[in-house]
T-cell receptor, first 115, second 112 residues
Framework: GAVVSQHPSRVICKSGTSVKIECRSL??????MFWYRQFPKQSLMLMAT?????????EQGVEKDKFLINHASLTLSTLTVTSAHPEDSSFYIC???????????FGPGTRLTVL | GQNIDQPTEMTATEGAIVQINCTYQ??????LFWYQQHAGEAPTFLSY????GLEEKGRFSSFLSRSKGYSYLLLKELQMKDSASYLC?????????????FGQGTELSVKP
């Protein structure tokens, strides 16, 4: 299957700082990437849909000014958590979808801890 | 609205068969996915159903009934490594860009 990477895998930051998470499709061009957040013992919650070259579509309740998404190329999308607070601590997972509409390929996730 | 229901937890014995059910009510339907997720890791794809019926892939099978809004994942010959969370996800209408709505996941514990 296709490979999606995320960087960093784990990050600890101080409250009030910004953190950038990268999601890359390594062996295919991803027309669409998705960003999810997962709290302990809970399922994946879709935050936003990111299309290359256009603005991201955010799900209801997700602050677009706090979670900045940039999809600059067909292989890279970034999520920036601005002015992070302890309640933003979570597992952030991206997925990428290419020409085959049937499957999303997930990255390994990024564990964010805000102190 | 969107609603996907799965049991929260299940326990089964090594070597046995277990069925994990999923019911859904969504504004549109364009496929149902099952994923396996081990703690601290990303989900991995198990199966995809878009038409009614059974899809078999090795020890895993998935069934779909669109009229009933129902699916199940069947795991045969359970192994200890099958202990994980199993996520049911529905893809909505095509014009929603392929996004998936996930159920809360079923935590499966396989006992010796």
């Amino acid at each position: 299957g296709a490979v999606v990477s995320q960087h960093p895998s784990r990050v600890i930051c101080k409250s009030g700082t910004s953190v950038k998470i990268e999601c890359r499709s390594l062996d295919f061009q991803a027309t669409t990437m998705f960003w999810y957040r997962q709290f302990p013992k809970q399922s994946l919650m879709l935050m936003a849909t990111s299309n290359e070259g256009s603005k991201a579509t955010y799900e209801q309740g997700v602050e677009k000014d706090k979670f900045l998404i940039n999809h600059a190329s067909l292989t890279l999308s970034t999520l920036t958590v601005t002015s992070a607070h302890p309640e933003d601590s979570s597992f952030y997972i991206c997925s990428a979808m290419g020409g085959d509409y049937n499957e999303q390929f997930f990255g390994p996730g990024t564990r964010l801890t805000v102190l | 609205g969107q609603n996907i229901d799965q049991p929260t937890e299940m326990t089964a014995t090594e070597g046995a068969i277990v069925q994990i059910n999923c019911t859904y009510q969504t504004s549109g339907f364009n496929g149902l996915f099952w994923y396996q997720q081990h703690a601290g890791e990303a989900p991995t794809f198990l199966s995809y159903n878009v038409l009614d019926g059974l899809e078999e892939k090795g020890r895993f099978s998935s069934f779909l009934s669109r009229s009933k809004g129902y699916s199940y994942l069947l795991l045969k010959e359970l192994q200890m490594k099958d202990s994980a969370s199993y996520l049911c996800a529905v893809r909505g209408e095509y014009n929603q860009g392929g996004k998936l709505i996930f159920g809360q996941g079923t935590e499966l514990s396989v006992k010796p």
